[in-house]
C-alpha cells in the first residue's frame, strides 16, 4: 500500500541560499510521524513545501496526486489540516467563531473539538486575543481539525508553552492517534514525549533526510549529533 503523504528528493531554496538537499518522508494512514532535527535543518521549510506555500524540486503526493500540480488551495482541499508555527487564529473572533470559520463537513465539529479540549468549551464565547497561549495553541489544533483531515501536521505546537499545558497539548495527540486514527506530522523538539506518541521518526540534518526509524531505536550517539540531546 502507498503511504497518504509521500516525500520524496525534495529541495528548495529561499532566494539564492538553497534550504532543503533531499528530504524524504512517508506517512501512512493512520501513522504518527515525528519530523526532528536541530534549529536550522529544513523541517519549516518542509512543511512549508508540503503545504504549498513555498516552491519546490521533487516529489510531493498526498493520497496519490501530484501535490505540485494542484494550486494551493486544491492541495489543501485534499485534506491536509496545518497548524503552523506561531498558532494564527483570527485575534479579535471568539473562539466559537474562529473554529466556525474552519469548518467544513465531517467528523469533526464544535463538540468534538470541546471534548478534545475542554479549555476550549469552556471558553467559546471568549475573543481569541483573550486567551492564554497555550489555549491559542489548542485553538489552532481546533481550527486544523473542523477542516476534517486526513493528515494534520502540527509545526512546533508545544514551543514556548507552560509545562501544563504542553501536557495537556501531549495528551490530546496521543488520544487523536489511539481515537480518531489521524495521520499526523508532528515537528517538535520533545524527544521523550514524540518517543511516547510517535509510530517512527524522520530526522533532518542539513537540510537532508539523515535517519529514519522507531525512536527508541535511535543511538545515544546519534541523538546527541543530529539532536543534540
Ligand atoms: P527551527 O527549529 O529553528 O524552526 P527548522 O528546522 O524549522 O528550524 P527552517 O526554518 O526550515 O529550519 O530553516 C532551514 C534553513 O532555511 C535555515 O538555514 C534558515 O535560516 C533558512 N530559512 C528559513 N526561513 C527562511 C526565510 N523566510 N528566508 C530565508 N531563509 C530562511
Given at each position: 500500500?502507498?503511504?497518504?503523504?509521500?516525500?520524496?528528493?525534495?529541495?528548495?531554496?529561499?532566494?539564492?541560499?538553497?534550504a532543503?538537499?533531499?528530504?524524504?518522508?512517508?506517512?501512512?494512514?493512520?501513522?504518527?510521524?515525528?519530523?526532528m532535527g536541530r534549529n536550522g535543518m529544513g523541517k519549516t521549510t518542509?512543511?512549508?513545501?508540503?503545504?504549498?506555500?513555498?516552491?519546490?524540486?521533487?516529489?510531493?503526493?498526498?493520497?496519490?496526486?501530484?501535490?505540485?500540480?494542484?494550486?494551493?488551495?486544491?492541495?489543501?482541499?485534499?485534506?491536509?489540516?496545518?497548524?503552523?508555527e506561531?498558532?494564527?487564529?483570527?485575534?479579535?473572533?471568539?473562539?466559537?467563531?474562529?473554529?466556525?470559520?474552519?469548518?467544513?463537513?465531517?467528523?469533526?465539529?464544535?463538540?468534538?473539538?470541546?471534548?478534545?479540549?475542554?479549555?476550549?468549551?469552556?471558553?467559546?464565547?471568549?475573543?481569541?486575543?483573550?486567551?492564554?497561549?497555550?489555549?491559542?495553541?489548542?485553538?489552532?489544533?481546533?481550527?486544523?481539525?473542523?477542516?476534517?483531515?486526513?493528515?494534520?501536521?502540527?509545526?512546533e505546537?508545544?514551543e514556548?508553552?507552560?509545562?501544563?499545558?504542553?501536557?495537556?497539548?501531549?495528551?490530546?495527540?496521543?488520544?487523536?492517534?489511539?481515537?480518531?486514527?489521524?495521520?499526523?506530522?508532528?515537528v517538535d523538539k520533545?524527544?521523550?514525549?514524540?518517543?511516547?506518541?510517535?509510530?517512527?521518526?524522520?530526522?533532518l540534518n542539513r537540510?537532508?533526510?539523515?535517519?529514519?526509524?522507531?525512536?527508541?531505536?535511535?543511538?545515544?550517539?546519534?541523538?546527541?549529533?543530529y539532536l543534540g540531546?
Amino acid at each position: 500500500m502507498s503511504a497518504l503523504l509521500q516525500v520524496s528528493g525534495l529541495e528548495a531554496r529561499y532566494g539564492s541560499s538553497q534550504a532543503l538537499f533531499g528530504v524524504d518522508l512517508e506517512v501512512a494512514a493512520g501513522e504518527v510521524v515525528a519530523l526532528m532535527g536541530r534549529n536550522g535543518m529544513g523541517k519549516t521549510t518542509t512543511v512549508r513545501c508540503i503545504c504549498r506555500m513555498m516552491r519546490a524540486e521533487g516529489e510531493v503526493t498526498f493520497d496519490g496526486q501530484d501535490l505540485r500540480r494542484l494550486p494551493s488551495h486544491r492541495a489543501a482541499r485534499l485534506g491536509i489540516g496545518l497548524v503552523p508555527e506561531g498558532r494564527r487564529c483570527f485575534a479579535d473572533l471568539t473562539v466559537q467563531e474562529n473554529l466556525n470559520a474552519a469548518a467544513r463537513p465531517g467528523a469533526w465539529d464544535m463538540d468534538a473539538v470541546g471534548l478534545l479540549f475542554p479549555r476550549l468549551a469552556e471558553r467559546k464565547a471568549q475573543v481569541a486575543r483573550s486567551l492564554s497561549g497555550g489555549e491559542q495553541q489548542m485553538l489552532a489544533i481546533g481550527r486544523a481539525l473542523m477542516t476534517n483531515p486526513r493528515l494534520l501536521i502540527l509545526d512546533e505546537a508545544t514551543e514556548g508553552l507552560a509545562p501544563l499545558i504542553r501536557a495537556e497539548i501531549w495528551d490530546a495527540v496521543g488520544r487523536l492517534k489511539r481515537d480518531s486514527g489521524l495521520a499526523i506530522l508532528i515537528v517538535d523538539k520533545s524527544l521523550k514525549e514524540l518517543t511516547a506518541v510517535s509510530d517512527r521518526a524522520v530526522i533532518l540534518n542539513r537540510g537532508r533526510t539523515a535517519w529514519t526509524g522507531a525512536l527508541d531505536g535511535l543511538a545515544p550517539d546519534l541523538a546527541q549529533q543530529y539532536l543534540g540531546v
